[in-house]
Nanobody, 127 residues
Framework: QVQLVESGGGLVQAGGSLRLSCAAS????????MGWFRQAPGKERQFVAA????????HYPESVTGRFTISRDGTKNTVYLQMSSLKPEDTAVYYC????????????????????WGQGTQVTVSS
């Protein structure tokens, strides 16, 4: 089992920045790819970012490329999502997820590619 706890959400004005954190505990953190997803009311869960074992392999959808950065710190068993130039359409509950994939495997970009989820943290961007 892996337990994930997100933090860092809040209210920010458009153009501002936030950094989300996801603390992992349980099984070996380094053997999991990590991802961030978000879900707005009435919408499907949307892929935001993913990072591989080593932290060198990352992937983002076009909607956040250049604005969001995912990173991981193995010494703290924590993954981060640095968000800048935030827009009102970034408003959602943000979820951290962990997936069991092989070394060098393609990073999953859909929710069914992940095995463990956090409880979510609300991000609200005001215009």
């Amino acid at each position: 089992q892996v337990q994930l706890v997100e933090s860092g959400g809040g209210l920010v004005q458009a153009g501002g920045s936030l950094r989300l954190s996801c603390a992992a505990s349980g099984r070996t953190f380094s053997r999991f790819c990590m991802g961030w997803f978000r879900q707005a009311p009435g919408k499907e869960r949307q892929f935001v970012a993913a990072i591989g074992w080593s932290g060198l392999n990352t992937h983002y959808p076009e909607s956040v490329t250049g604005r969001f950065t995912i990173s991981r710190d193995g010494t703290k068993n924590t993954v981060y999502l640095q968000m800048s130039s935030l827009k009102p359409e970034d408003t959602a509950v943000y979820y951290c997820a962990a997936g069991q994939i092989g070394r060098g495997a393609v990073l999953p970009k859909t929710p069914d590619g992940y095995d463990y989820w956090g409880q979510g943290t609300q991000v609200t961007v005001s215009s």
